[in-house]
């Protein structure tokens, strides 16, 4: 059922002096696979193909785009290719990520017999940069490996020489890791996020002048059949959507081991349920909300996630690995939840803060809907009150852009 509906995404990419590049590229939705899917497109340029972009050029290009689906957990997936010729990959975008890009190793061994494989002594223009491994944790899995430099291409953009990791070795230290579903993980935390590695994607990005803006945009897909767009270089949401409002960004801490440390945070001051008895929570003076697309959660102070959860009366499972599921119908009867960000209140209802699950048993089940409510405890923060995560069932309800340049983030509320 859920197989067969299909998304599209827009990738958007700006090149050097004033030029600018669209990539727009289809998008499927679909469950852990089996197998590897080819990204054709990526294989091998051809005369059909189109050229590198040079400066001064204005053009429109396609490439395929993938996204992957664990029970509504949507990864978004681009096919890029790193060293010369180009070898081809598929990798998540991830906002939250400050390390440097990976992919897997041909000397990879393990799980990675299912991904494409980079082969250093088959690319002109790699260079290593030592013998030392590095180390890395996406998704609930453990990633080691050599790191060298090579060209990376996302469709016609050109970054050269960028630092990234070739994994040999992945571990998944936990029931949730995502380990099948893409070859590597491109980050796009903000460009000052070195805590793990100086070469963060982002600022080589800029550091090479590739960008019409320094502005990473982002609307997610709704629903199963919207259109979404990932934008690099700038920021088009549509003309009918009202004014955005504008977030400053706030470095929560000055400890680079926080959870809170050099992520898209924003000041945080409460959040209200807006059951007939509101639930209101109070956060610390400087509490922050980390914006983040890998996350599929909404993650709360313990114990104020648990009244949510509670108040919507959903059925609790506590040995199943969905501990909580309600009827999808009752959406439209359930709160709304009001979040203090900076000087603005911004509301979310069920339809963002539930996901949709079909059972596979019996079959021809009906969708049930699991709160995305998670408890900060759970993900081992420090402080409770500190700050919140406010993952893609937030974000799905904004065209989010995020500014290094003027350090803020705008949120432009999108008509559903």
Not at 136 to 142: D, G, H, L, R, T
Not at 285 to 293: F, K, M, P, Q, Y
Not at 386 to 392: E, F, H, N, Q
Request: aromatic residues 10%; charged residues 20%.
């Amino acid at each position: 059922m859920i197989n067969n509906l299909r998304e599209s995404l827009i990738i958007a990419l700006a090149t050097v002096a004033g030029a600018r590049t669209i990539i727009r590229s289809p998008i499927s939705q679909r469950l852990a696979p089996k197998s590897r899917v080819q990204p054709s497109s990526l294989l091998g340029r051809d005369e059909a193909q189109e050229p590198l972009l040079t400066p001064g050029t204005d053009t429109a290009s396609k490439s395929p785009i993938n996204a992957t689906n664990l029970l509504n957990y949507i990864e978004f997936t681009i096919d890029i290719t790193v060293g010369t010729p180009p070898q081809p990959f598929t990798v998540a975008i991830d906002i939250d990520s400050g390390d440097i890009p990976f992919v897997p190793s041909n000397e990879c061994k393990g799980f990675c017999w299912q991904k494409h494989n980079f082969t250093s002594e088959d690319s002109s223009t790699y260079v290593s940069t030592g013998p030392n491994y590095y180390s890395e944790k996406s998704f609930a899995v453990n990633y080691d490996g050599p790191v060298g430099k090579d060209t990376v291409r996302i469709n016609n953009v050109e970054i050269m020489s960028q630092t990234f990791m070739q994994w040999t070795s992945g571990t998944c230290y936990s029931i949730l890791c995502l380990e099948g579903l893409f070859d590597g993980v491109f980050g796009f935390a903000p460009p000052w996020n070195h805590r793990n590695h100086p070469d963060n994607l982002l600022s080589t990005i800029l550091s090479q002048e590739l960008l019409r803006d320094p502005v990473v945009s982002l609307r997610l897909p709704r629903n199963v059949g919207d259109t979404g767009e990932f934008v690099l270089g700038g920021s088009e949401p549509p003309d009918s959507l009202p004014e955005p409002i504008t977030l400053p960004l706030v470095n929560a801490t000055d400890d680079v081991g926080s959870p809170f440390a050099d992520l898209w945070s924003v000041r945080l001051t409460n959040m209200t349920f807006n059951t007939p008895k509101p639930l209101f929570q109070n956060m610390d003076d400087n509490a922050v909300a980390i914006l983040s697309t890998a996350q599929p959660w909404i993650i709360l102070p313990t114990e104020f996630a648990r009244n949510l959860t509670e108040a919507l009366g959903a059925e609790h499972n506590p040995r199943s690995l969905i501990p909580y599921i309600l009827p999808c119908e009752r959406r439209q009867e359930l709160p709304t939840l009001t979040i203090g960000l900076g000087d603005h209140r911004v509301e979310i209802d069920a339809w963002d803060y539930t996901m949709e699950w079909v059972p596979y048993w019996p079959p021809d089940s009906a969708p049930l809907c699991i709160p995305t409510f998670q408890s900060t405890s759970a993900f081992g923060y420090p402080n409770e009150y500190a700050g919140i995560v406010l993952g893609s069932p937030f974000l799905k309800r904004f065209y989010s852009s995020f500014d290094p340049g003027k350090r803020e983030v705008r949120l432009t509320r999108l008509e559903v």
